[in-house]
């Protein structure tokens, strides 16, 4: 049983959203976005006990209801009859809902089940008197002639849920009265046994789930697994009990002549004082001794050094709170049907660990960049079933800043989160983007003319591969993604924004090489659908020569030379209308006649161009010239040096003008 979606309600900067997840979802987005909002939220729906004040409420308006709803998918056969009344297409929606009364929350859990709206006075009625004159109005409709007479509240709200099981055709999903009580087994509540969530924020001290101290995740672990194992030892009980009897011995007052002759001497004092007085001495009833259980110490051992945890890296602590967290929920779990079993209140088979569902703040958080490139593929091993973890299923939901945590090829697990307005004087609000590799690779198949059967997700995952890279990933987290052809033209916009005094890496834009033009199609609309501005700049390639043909089979052109076939593609992806040879310079997109190279050589003069870039490369010691013009700082100082010449690349200029246009 693991999630599939989240809707939150009033909640931080969450008015009304909901977070569809997959069974490893990836939340990004700038600072403030709502990530952690969402996980947080997550926690406010398990915590047993739930913290909440006025400044949690959306705009502090504590007069609406905080909603937190959970819709489960995957639910075993077990779990679909235990909840079987609040099940909708197999799937379970339950609500935890939070009340400000009286300067503080009152938070209930509601289930929806199908209730009839004309039942609800019946079943909100103060007392029964009330109750019985609404259900006396609904007896007179035709429909409800079948339900029998009036005989105490509790028989007739049997009659209504009857009614309705019978007649579900009649019935709208509605909230429960809020019997549904979540974790404790209490009443309906049966959740726990099928799912445990843990929270992993960011900013966690180590070293205090480390300490055997009370309330502490090593001394409850402690506790549960190693602890009660041990007090249940037979040699230990009876290492007790013979304590305890030679302990009784030893003190027994008939064997203790020193007890007795201290209260005869004393008695002979006292009697100097008060002759007709004497002392007794007793012991106090004996308490039996318990052994005390011992402590643990944790050490964790990095680079075969073994030290207190507070001395070992961040990054190993972090992963040594994963690591404990998920013990301790696999222990509570099993020490709670455990004692279920005992009491007859569970069967063995309900006896299975629940899924796990993390819920991590930042999981890159002190790692180095080689362990989050390891943690990022333990992550989707574990969501996936590949790797064993502590339950049977693991679900994984992160907020994360880095480009190792995503990829271009798991898109469908990607939900970028913005702040968009909600009108004037009111804070905004959190909203969730997302996209499909189906809805991707329909685009694409549009924009190629729609020619044969329309591409499947499946078969544009495989397209994928070529393009995945760390500067794609940048993109996800970028304000403007600027797509070009190649890391030549990527140094290009670069070093003429340098030249214009525009640090664009530095301001929120990633300048993303795509390998070429044929590449540049996924990307964009990749990074469009998940709402993120995208300018586009490619070659246009006229004036190489016409092609002498192209391959039947394949498509691809005989001599290698320039497809007018990708220009009208990437054309009709932006909406303008198809050339061979296009020249443009617009808000979104620009295309070069020939290409970027030759459209400086032909601005500053390609004397002037040659010249300066032969001085670069000799004192920045690049034996090649193509290597020389992937640098930033080369192109950078060509258009600087002939600047002061008196001669500028408008065209370039234009492009890097448009480019910081586009961000809002």
């Not at 009990?241 to 005869?264: C, F, H, V």
Request: net charge negative; with cysteine; charged share 25%.
């Amino acid at each position: 049983m693991i999630i599939e979606s989240v809707h939150v309600k009033n909640y931080r900067s969450i008015l009304n959203e909901t977070l569809y997840c997959e069974s490893l979802t990836a939340l990004v987005g700038a600072n403030g976005a709502g990530k952690s909002s969402f996980l947080k939220a997550l926690d406010l729906f398990y915590s047993s006990s739930p913290k909440i004040d006025s400044e949690d409420f959306y705009n502090r308006n504590t007069d609406a209801e905080i909603i937190v709803a959970v819709t489960f998918k995957d639910l075993s056969s077990k779990a679909k009859e235990l909840f079987t009344s609040y099940l909708q297409a197999e799937k379970l929606t339950i609500e935890r809902v939070f009340v400000w009364e009286d300067g503080k929350t009152v938070a209930k859990y509601h289930g929806a089940t199908l209730q009839n709206p004309d039942f609800q006075n019946v079943r909100a009625a103060p007392n029964a008197r009330t109750a019985k004159e609404e259900y006396g109005k609904i007896r007179t409709i035709s429909d409800y002639s079948t339900l029998t007479a009036w005989s105490n509240q509790g028989a007739v709200l049997d009659n209504l849920n009857q009614w309705e099981a019978e007649h579900p055709d009649k019935c709208t999903r509605q909230r429960d009265d809020g019997q549904f009580f979540g974790f404790k087994e209490v009443a309906q509540g049966y959740l726990g046994r099928f799912t445990r969530f843990l929270f992993i924020p960011a900013v966690r001290d180590a070293s205090d789930d480390a300490a055997e101290s009370r309330g502490s995740a090593l001394k409850d672990l402690m506790d549960l697994v190693v602890r009660s194992v041990l007090a249940q030892k037979e040699e230990l009980k009876r290492l007790e009990e013979e304590t305890n009897r030679q302990y009784k011995d030893i003190m027994n007052p008939s064997q203790l002549t020193e007890l007795a002759s201290l209260a005869s001497e004393m008695t002979k004092t006292l009697k100097t004082f008060v002759p007709d007085g004497s002392i007794d001495l007793a012991w106090m009833p004996l308490e039996n001794i318990f052994l005390q259980m011992p402590q643990a110490i944790v050490k964790l051992v990095e680079d075969g050094y073994s030290t207190d945890v507070s001395r070992t890296g961040h990054g190993l602590q972090r992963a040594f709170i994963l690591t404990m967290l998920q013990h301790l929920a696999l222990a509570q779990t099993s020490s709670e049907l455990g004692s279920k079993e005992q009491e007859g209140t569970v069967s063995p088979v309900a006896g299975k660990l629940p899924n796990l569902i993390l819920a991590i703040e930042e999981p890159e958080l002190y790692q180095h960049p080689n362990r989050q490139r390891h943690l990022a593929k333990i992550f989707l091993q574990l969501a996936s079933g590949k790797t064993p973890g502590v339950a049977e299923k693991t679900q994984i939901i992160y907020g994360t800043h880095s480009p190792l945590f995503v990829g271009i090829d798991r898109i469908e697990q990607i939900r970028l989160l913005r702040k968009v307005s909600s009108g004037e004087g009111k804070p905004k609000i959190t909203r969730v983007i997302s996209t499909t590799l189906n809805k991707v690779a329909e685009t694409i198949w549009e924009a190629n003319g729609k020619v044969g059967q329309k591409y499947t997700g499946s078969e544009l995952f495989s397209r994928l591969q070529a393009i995945m890279t760390p500067w794609m990933s940048e993109g996800f987290f970028s304000d403007v993604a600027v797509l070009v052809e190649g890391e030549d033209d990527r140094s290009a916009i670069i070093g003429v924004a340098k030249a214009m005094g525009q640090e664009l890496e530095g301001s929120g834009f990633s300048v993303i090489p795509c390998g070429g033009k044929a590449n540049i199609d996924r990307p964009y609309i990749i990074f469009s659908q998940l709402g993120i501005p995208v300018y586009v700049i490619w070659d246009g390639d006229s004036g190489k020569g016409e092609t002498e043909g192209s391959c039947p089979k394949c498509g691809r052109l005989l001599d290698r030379k320039p497809d007018p076939r990708e220009n009208n593609r990437l054309l009709r992806l932006l909406g303008i209308t198809e050339e061979d040879w296009p020249e443009y310079v617009e808000n979104t997109f620009a295309c070069f006649k020939c290409d970027l190279e030759t459209t400086l050589k032909i601005e500053i003069g390609e004397k002037e161009f040659n010249g300066i870039l032969d001085k670069c490369q000799s004192e920045f010691c690049f034996s090649k010239r193509a290597h020389a013009l992937k640098n930033p700082n080369v192109i950078m100082t060509i258009i600087k040096e002939s600047q002061k010449n008196g001669h500028n690349s408008k065209t370039l200029e234009n492009i890097i003008k448009k480019i910081i246009s586009m961000k809002k």
